[in-house]
């Protein structure tokens, strides 16, 4: 199993992922956990923007599109290269 760290990355279909954090987090149980604030850009309008997962899976199945262009159900089609700068990750720091 691969731990999820800062500034891994990650791709799915062509987009790509990065792990700009993790933060604790306590689950319904009362017991502590750890989970990756993954960041991408959204194919839609180009705009980045993050979720979380665990630490111990990784992105299993991540989201596509920011907050304003969820499509729940709906497949990306094909990544905007135009959107917002020169593809999904332009902005994505090293």
Not at 14 to 40: D, F, P
Request: hydrophobic share 30%; with cysteine; net charge positive.
């Amino acid at each position: 199993m691969v731990r999820v760290t800062v500034g891994m990355r990650s791709s799915f279909n062509e987009q790509e992922y990065r792990c700009i954090g993790v933060t604790a987090h306590e689950r319904a149980n009362g017991r502590m956990t750890e989970l990756a604030i993954w960041e991408s850009r959204c194919p839609e309008c180009g705009d980045p923007f993050t979720f979380q997962t665990s630490v111990t899976r990784g992105i299993v199945s991540p989201n596509r599109r920011c907050a304003r262009h969820r499509k729940p159900g709906i497949k990306v089609k094909s990544l905007n290269a135009n959107a917002g700068g020169d593809g999904p990750a332009s902005s994505m720091e090293e």
